[in-house]
């Protein structure tokens, strides 16, 4: 068996290895090809900086990596690993990130990050053998919008070019997927929510699936939470949201009191190489 880049390998042998490999998962992952290009397009995956084992044509393991400079640093971001079935307990995964870390050390890469789900322990594991360590913890959710109080209000929605990002609050907090610079590569929606004509509060969402990615008060005052829910409602009443800093506490309990159920949670793990 070799390891590899995935440049020239077509995107439905990658898709299939890929959907092979998280069968029977913690969570249910979609299946639709155009949802791994759109995603995988915006986090910036760069195929050439992806890795797989192949044993003959077939593609067994793989690490695919968005690169992108993130806080000062050119970053290869982990957003997808996996091993098919008959393949496990072979090392693969080491054995894939041997030859990515030479290769990404090559075009100046001096961060490497990932997310995995904190029941994955098998993974954890491989992932600190490798040299992997956490430094965050962050909590996913989803459910109705039950706001204490329903109230209508005035949204007023903001092209993604011209938020003024500088004065969003708690934008380290944000797990890659959710930081401006994949953002800003999407189709989601900002909106503020005015309390009179000035913005109180602000979110920002895919309406229709009611992934709701960042949202946060902008000015603190009685009811405020419960306004921004109700803006919120008024696009989508069902929504998820995934990684949720657990320092965030206020935020966190927000959350469970509009009703909604805490699925899953998610360590942060970086190395510098």
């Known amino acids: 068996m070799i390891v ?3 440049g020239n390998t077509d995107f439905n042998r990658i898709l299939e290895s890929f959907l092979l490999a998280f069968q029977n998962y913690f969570v249910t992952v979609p299946t639709n090809g155009d949802y791994y290009k759109e995603r995988w397009k915006v986090a910036k995956v760069d195929f050439n ?3 797989g084992m192949f044993d003959g044509e077939k593609l067994v393991g793989f690490v695919i990596h968005a690169i992108d400079h993130r806080d000062g640093k050119l970053t290869a971001f982990n957003t997808g690993t996996g091993v098919i079935p008959d393949y ?3 090392k693969i995964v080491q054995s894939i990130y041997e030859y990515a870390f030479t290769d990404l050390k090559r075009i100046g890469i001096t961060n490497c990050a990932l997310e995995v789900i904190t029941k994955n322990e098998r993974a954890i594991r491989s992932y600190k053998g490798i040299g992997f360590k956490t430094y965050r913890t962050y909590k996913c959710f989803n459910g109705i919008i039950d706001p204490e109080n329903i109230e209508t209000l005035t949204l007023k929605e903001v092209e993604l070019e011209k938020v003024d990002w500088a004065n969003l609050p708690n ?3 944000y797990s890659w997927d959710h930081q401006k610079e994949s953002i800003l590569r999407s189709n989601y929606r900002f909106f503020h929510v005015l309390i009179e004509t000035s913005p109180e509060s602000f ?3 895919q309406p229709n699936t009611g992934y709701l990615v960042q949202f946060d008060l902008l000015n ?3 009811e405020a939470w419960n306004r921004l829910f109700s803006g919120i409602r008024q696009i989508s009443n069902t929504i998820k949201v995934n990684n949720v ?3 965030l506490t206020g935020k966190l309990e927000q959350l469970s009191a509009i009703g909604l159920v805490n699925t899953i949670d998610q360590y942060a793990m970086r190395m510098e190489i």
């Open 4 to 6: 590899k880049n995935l």
């Open 171 to 173: 934008q380290h907090f």
């Open 88 to 90: 496990r307990g072979q």
């Open 49 to 51: 900086f992806s890795y």
């Open 220 to 222: 603190e005052g009685k």
């Open 245 to 247: 800093d657990e320092r």
């Open 203 to 205: 979110f920002i969402i």
